[in-house]
């Protein structure tokens, strides 16, 4: 079987309201689990990671 490739790209910084990721848009337990969640799982929340990191997107304030 194919291994799936991380979303983390080295942010790795878990603020906000939303406990999420602002590099990739997990939580820290699913970061934690990512290597060991059954496919069906990852795909759940790959697909739930691009609606993550556009409200994130929407929350940053933007530089001046």
């Known amino acids: ?13 878990f603020t ?4 999420w990721c602002l590099g990739c848009g997990r939580t ?4 934690v689990r990512w290597k060991k969640m059954k496919p069906y799982e990852a795909n759940i929340i790959e697909k739930e990671l691009k609606i993550r990191m556009n409200k994130l997107a929407k929350m940053k304030p933007m530089p001046q």
Do not use: Q
Request: proline content about 10%.
């Open 1 to 13: 079987m194919k291994k799936r490739k991380s979303p983390c790209i080295d942010v790795c910084e």
């Open 16 to 19: 906000g309201p939303s406990g």
């Open 28 to 31: 820290r337990e699913e970061c």
